[in-house]
């Protein structure tokens, strides 16, 4: 039981006028900055969502703010055709969905190799994989470009062909093989990911399947992965996001291959609209159905997406 000394300490501390204050005024900002958050990344979304049903009166009405005073659904039908949209989503899915799971494989397997399988000169390899994550991707351009236009394995494709090499660009070959060898977009930060979580689990699991007669691959497919869920989740959203959004890696493989990344850039082309004011507020409407797929994916998986980034500790 509290000593009324106790209590009347807590009183004080929790009746003081000068805490109070702090505290309101700690509340107030803090509201305001995260209503101010909100705003600035709610506000985009919601204005394109208002110009898309608009139609071309309603640009020039000063009187049209937020609802559209002649409704119409237009503006999809034009950017849908101008865009291509429907094949350039299936292109999408298809580059987003195949690199997604491949470079999850190969991404495990790398990082368990540093988590838990020391060798020499693991450390230097591990921190030259981090470098990767901060280097910015103009400076590989070239090499990148080079090494799919003249594709060549071990000097086999010149010995047998007579040819350079393979040419894969216009081909989804290149998003394959750079996922296939945990070289793609962000592998790096998969790496560490998945790594930070290997070292997480106690050796103790490992030791006790070692002793039960489990090889390494065993143990990796049937102690590690399973353990992983919460990671692999994490790499899955934020693979396939961030290649659905790509379009530095597609606009220089795919030249010739219509995505939704780079279809935008060919709407103002392909809509012959002499209207500059119409034609942003096309372009809008293409940006709409281009993260239309994100948000309604987003809608089903967030409950797991935020256990999973409560539970790998990523932040920012």
């Known amino acids: 039981m509290k000593s009324p000394a106790a209590y009347t300490e807590l009183f004080v501390r929790r009746y003081n006028p000068v805490d109070r204050t702090s505290r309101f005024v700690w509340a107030v900002i803090r509201t305001v900055l995260i209503l101010g958050f909100c705003f600035v990344i709610l506000f985009p979304l919601f204005l394109r969502i208002s110009i898309a049903f608009r139609s071309k009166v309603d640009i020039y009405d000063p009187t049209v703010l937020w609802i559209p005073r002649h409704f119409t659904l237009e503006n999809f039908k034009l950017a849908i055709e101008a865009s291509h949209y429907f094949t350039a989503f299936l292109h999408t899915v298809y580059i987003s969905s195949s690199t997604t799971i491949i470079q999850m494989a190969s991404c495990t397997f790398a990082a368990y190799a540093f988590a838990r399988l020391k060798f020499k000169g693991s450390n230097i390899l591990f921190v030259l994989v981090i470098f990767t994550i901060v280097v910015p991707p103009q400076t590989i351009m070239i090499p990148l470009y080079l090494t799919y236009r003249y594709f060549d394995l071990f000097g086999l494709i010149p010995l047998l062909t007579g040819s350079k090499g393979l040419n894969l660009i216009d081909t989804f070959w290149p998003f394959i093989i750079s ?77 010739q291959v219509k995505v939704l990344s780079t279809s935008l850039m060919d709407m103002g082309v392909g809509l012959k609209e002499p209207d500059p004011v119409y034609t942003s507020m096309l372009l809008n409407t293409g940006v709409l159905l281009t993260i239309a797929p994100l948000v309604i994916m987003y809608l089903f998986v967030q409950r797991y997406f935020v256990e999973s980034v409560e539970r790998t500790g990523i932040t920012g």
């Open 179 to 255: 996922a296939g060898t945990a070289m793609g977009l962000k592998n790096g930060l998969y790496i560490y990911i998945f790594r930070q979580f290997f070292r997480g689990i106690p050796k103790e699991v490992e030791e006790a399947a070692l002793v039960d007669g489990a090889g390494v691959m065993r143990t990796f497919f049937r102690i590690m992965l399973p353990n992983a869920v919460p990671a692999i989740v994490t790499v899955l959203l934020f693979s396939f996001v961030w290649q659905w959004n790509d379009s530095y890696y597609v606009s220089l493989f795919l030249k």
